[in-house]
């Protein structure tokens, strides 16, 4: 799907397209829009659009939405997704894209650690050996040099534990809030926010991509709900 949008124009690096949805599990459009409209436009209309989706709901909820005692929480989890979006691609400009994923894609690892220091849950014994060997497999997958450490993989690593947060948040969120109450203060939140430098940075997007943008931002409504309803049957590790 990646090379078929890449070659509308030849000056798209459509390998990064394919090879960074097919490592990160995002759609492909999804890149394809951040590369014609920027990431901070690309971003900001992926929440609004789903913000507006929401409207009607909210409006039927409004009461309960708009009388949350966990508003606190609400922002706090829209502030982790942000952090983790910004982490993510600011990773990508010093970092290569197979170390930018694994730092990311620690973030189940995190969980049961931040769940140890903030709310108290045991690790077990299995689980300890299990962190142990994926800490274990980061290292070593890395290559370890004396660059290990870099800028890069650093603010990967922020996002990866920024998204270990946002997960431990929602696992709590989800036995108190409504599914369209969180992800109304989490689209909201984010449109609030990145409003401003989408203004700043903006490209005006061809007509051919507005469908992609519109996409984005009904898949993101589907792909929350989902992983809103997920964390509610479920814990956070």
């Known amino acids: 799907v990646g090379y078929y949008l890449g070659k509308k124009n030849p000056k798209f690096d459509t390998n990064f397209i394919t090879t960074f949805a097919g490592n990160i599990g995002t759609p492909a459009m999804i890149f394809y829009t951040v590369t014609t409209t920027g990431i901070s436009f690309s971003i900001f209309t992926q929440y609004f659009i789903c913000l507006l989706v929401l409207l009607p ?7 309960a939405i708009l009388s949350s005692k966990n508003r606190k929480l609400l922002v706090m989890r829209a502030l982790c997704g942000i952090g983790y979006f910004t982490c993510m691609f600011t990773a990508l400009r010093t970092s290569s894209l197979v170390d930018v994923s694994l730092m990311i894609n620690t973030a189940p690892l995190w969980v049961p ?3 140890l220091i903030f709310y108290k849950k045991s690790i077990g014994p299995k689980l300890y050996l299990t962190l ?3 800490f274990t497999g980061v290292f070593f997958i890395l290559k370890p040099d004396n660059t290990i450490i870099s800028i890069g993989s650093s603010i990967a690593l922020l996002g990866g534990i920024f998204m270990a947060i946002s ?3 929602l696992n709590r969120l989800t036995e108190k809030e409504s599914p369209t109450c969180i992800l109304f203060y989490y689209a909201l939140t984010a449109s609030v926010i990145l409003v401003i430098p989408a203004i700043f940075l903006w490209k005006t997007p061809a007509a051919s991509d507005l469908w992609f943008l519109l996409a984005n931002g009904l898949l993101m409504v589907l ?3 989902l992983l809103i309803r997920g964390f509610g049957l479920g ?3």
């Open 57 to 63: 709901k909210v409006i039927k909820e409004k009461s």
């Open 223 to 225: 792909q929350q709900h």
């Open 132 to 134: 142990a060997l994926g």
């Open 167 to 169: 997960m431990l948040v």
């Open 235 to 237: 814990s956070a590790s």
């Open 113 to 115: 650690i931040l769940g």
